[in-house]
């Protein structure tokens, strides 16, 4: 008898809603050419599932579902131009042999041969290692290790102009830069959260592990070649009009993955001839069937096993795409995500919303006399000290470095000054490692009625530079709106 074991994961991740305006279709000028049927020739990432791929000739993954939407509505046709490599398929839209590539991130250097389109879909990237490796938060903690960077891809560049210093190399691909961490060829690969998840599920490389951020997430849109740039106003359009249904449907389908697919022919047989047998021996077929139960019994256990170090798996990486791996305060990418970039957040007349900036005073000091390890145990401290001091309704978050976040919900400035004022004196008050006598700068801005949070975080940015230019250990207000 023969054993077929399926393990299917629906990742419970929803994609990133794609900020843009809606364009009304009166506005949209097209050119003559292309209200006909036109042909587009395109090439695409032959290996980084679940994005795109190459398969049996056959163009798959997210970006395949994009492509057929574009096709069902508009003019356009699309005709696929296999590769072999991502450094291929950018070498072909320089030559001109593709006209289009429906997925990758807008950079200084291939804005020499590409327009984009709007954005349509985002990603966090992260660093992968082996799970005896330390943790890391992010490049600036590499250190002396090795890091595999895809050739060809957008991180290499930015890893070279904003981390000179850090070793790397470059390999193929995404799943040839797992294989090189699992062969211990390099101790870290940085690369797209979602397609590094999936590998490992496919692979069932469990003892990987994310290690931390890895620099900025991706921005992903389509890019046209030189000459080609009419065709941006109907794919815009296009795109900017996919409604969220059809987004979540996309990103499901693809992430919806079988692991284990297993046929043990011999057993098969073995339990054919044990059937024979059975007719004239009554305890050879009980002995059968009782070894047989043992073995299901063993591989129960061991599919078991397995769906527990997915779910832990799963429950590390939600946890770690929101919250500081440090002070286990939420994180930047939760704080843009959830207020700054969320252009709904916008203050209604019955509500009051105000927003602190927070920095650590001479904090660099700290760290090049006492040391990171006293740094990071204040960041925690002082962390403990910021939640003790707000109301359960007010988000705290680390922005990054020695600065911090509040948002305070259904509060008045006079309200937000006395809670900076309690902060203050709650440092001032407390023991921080290494006896430092630890104080803070304060900005404040208070959300105006139909004022996107982004405006009102750079108002509060600006008190808090102006906090600082007043002599630090200081609360500024900004009273633009007030």
Not at 123 to 129: C, D, G, H, Q, R
Not at 164 to 180: M, N, Q, W
Not at 244 to 255: D, F, G, M, P, V
Not at 417 to 446: H, M
Request: aromatic content about 10%; hydrophobic content about 40%; glycine content about 4%.
């Amino acid at each position: 008898m023969g054993y077929r074991f399926w393990i299917i994961f629906l990742c419970i991740c929803s994609p990133l809603s794609v900020s843009a305006n809606r364009l009304a279709a009166s506005n949209l000028k097209a050119d003559d050419s292309l209200n006909s049927t036109q042909l587009v020739r395109y090439c695409v990432d032959p290996n980084w599932l679940p994005y795109e791929a190459i398969r049996e000739g056959k163009h798959v993954g997210i970006s395949s579902d994009y492509i057929r939407y574009l096709e069902s509505h508009s003019s356009l046709k699309f005709s696929l131009v296999p590769t072999s490599s991502w450094t291929e398929t950018l070498s072909f839209l320089q030559s001109g042999r593709c006209d289009l590539t429906p997925l990758l991130n807008k950079t200084v250097s291939r804005e020499q041969f590409l327009h984009f389109s709007h954005v349509y879909f985002r990603s966090p990237n992260v660093l992968v290692s082996l799970k005896d490796q330390p943790f890391l938060q992010g490049f600036e903690n590499i250190g002396s290790r090795t890091l595999a960077v895809p050739k060809g891809y957008r991180l290499a560049e930015y890893i070279q102009h904003y981390y000179p210093s850090v070793r790397t190399i470059t390999v193929a691909s995404e799943p040839a830069g797992l294989e090189a961490v699992l062969d211990k060829r390099v101790d870290l690969f940085v690369g797209s959260m979602f397609s590094v998840n999936a590998y490992i599920q496919q692979t069932g490389f469990n003892h990987l592990k994310i290690a931390g951020w890895g620099g900025p997430e991706d921005e992903l849109r389509m890019g046209v070649g030189l000459g080609h740039e009419g065709l941006l106003p109907i794919i815009n359009q296009v795109l900017d009009n996919v409604d969220e249904l059809e987004r979540i449907r996309i990103y499901q389908k693809w992430n919806n993955i079988a692991i284990i697919d297993e046929t043990n022919y011999l057993l098969i047989y073995q339990v054919i001839a044990a059937t024979l047998l059975v007719i004239f021996l009554l305890a050879i077929r009980t002995y059968t069937i009782s070894r047989y139960n043992r073995r299901l019994t063993d591989k129960n256990q061991q599919l078991e096993v397995l769906r527990l170090q997915l779910e832990q798996s799963n429950a590390e990486l939600e946890f770690l795409s929101t919250h500081d791996p440090l002070t286990k305060l939420y994180n930047r990418h939760y704080f843009n995500r959830q207020f700054v970039h969320d252009n709904r957040l916008t203050l209604s007349p019955e509500s009051s919303i105000c927003l602190v900036m927070i920095d650590i005073d001479f904090f660099k000091e700290i760290n090049d006399t006492l040391g990171h390890s006293i740094g990071d145990s204040i960041l925690k401290e002082l962390s403990e000290v910021l939640q003790h001091c707000v109301r359960e309704s007010d988000v705290v978050a680390r922005w990054g470095g020695e600065e911090f976040v509040i948002l305070c919900h259904q509060t008045s400035v006079d309200a937000v000054k006395s809670l900076c004022q309690r902060i203050a004196f709650a440092i001032k008050e407390y023991q921080f490692s290494g006896d430092v006598q630890l104080t803070c700068s304060f900005g404040i801005a208070k959300l105006a009625v139909n004022e996107p949070m982004q405006s009102c975080f750079e108002r509060a940015d600006k008190a808090l530079y102006q906090a600082k230019a007043l002599g630090r250990n200081q609360v500024c207000v900004d009273e633009t709106h007030l």
